[in-house]
């Protein structure tokens, strides 16, 4: 091992549970009530964006009231919310849950760093919530992934050193975020998505966390 690592926290949303099919589904209806230009190419730049900001790249420079605006994302959000009803711990990816339970008996501290502000909600219907030293979410700092400050306020809330943490992703804006936190990034998908991570691997299923260890 080369470094000294405590522990690791995870993105939500395409690394713990896929979440992208209701975000894109949510996102469509509304589009489609709107009359706004969505479509799945456009859903994949939304990963890892926060709400409002995933809606101003919706609209592409399109003006639109403010209160428009906070309708729109309220009602995007009660659809994704009746897919979130439908959550279960089936829909925990791959073998994520055994993963998380093998670094927790292996002493490492275990955080969610997600943008998203019902990360809570999921975790609960994935029930592994217990599994995490903390959960940080859209709620927990003002500015987004790219911004460093989720993953600064996480590791300073389970007591570790930005440099002692992993930080597990799917989206570009949040391997940016952990690169600028200070910690390792390690990417989850496409090299054009995640490829400025430390370490990158296709999907969840390939992730082996003691090569994460030996290799970073
Ligand atoms: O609308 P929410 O639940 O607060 O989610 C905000 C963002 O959370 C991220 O985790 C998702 O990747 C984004 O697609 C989503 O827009
Ligand atoms: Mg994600």
């Known amino acids: ?43 994949e730049q939304l990963r890892g964006v926060s709400r409002m900001q995933s809606l101003e790249i919706i609209l592409a ?40 339970h093998q670094l927790k008996k292996a002493g490492y501290k275990l955080a969610v760093g997600s943008s998203s502000r019902n990360a809570k909600k999921v975790l609960k219907n994935l029930q592994i919530s217990d599994l995490f030293d903390t959960i940080s979410d859209g709620n927990s700092v003002e500015r987004a992934k790219p911004a460093p400050d989720l993953f600064l306020h996480t590791a300073e809330v389970i007591g570790l050193e930005p440099a002692e943490c992993v ?35 296709t999907s969840v299923s390939d992730i082996d966390f003691e090569e994460v260890l030996t290799k970073i």
């Open 61 to 100: 420079g399109q003006e639109v009231p403010t209160a428009q605006k906070k309708e729109w994302t309220d009602r995007k959000n009660e659809y994704y919310q009746e897919y979130l009803a439908e959550l279960t711990k089936k829909n925990i990816l791959d073998d994520m849950e055994a993963k998380l």
């Open 1 to 43: 091992m080369t470094k000294n690592i405590k522990g690791f926290i995870f993105d939500l949303d395409g690394v713990l549970t896929d979440t992208a099919e209701f975000h894109y589904r949510s996102w469509q209806k509304l589009a489609d009530e709107e009359n706004l230009n969505f479509n799945r190419q456009i859903n």
């Open 167 to 201: 930080v597990l992703e799917d989206a570009e804006s949040g391997v940016e975020a952990a690169l600028a936190a200070g910690m390792i990034a390690v990417g989850i998908g496409p090299a054009e998505r995640v490829g400025k991570a430390h370490l990158v691997y």
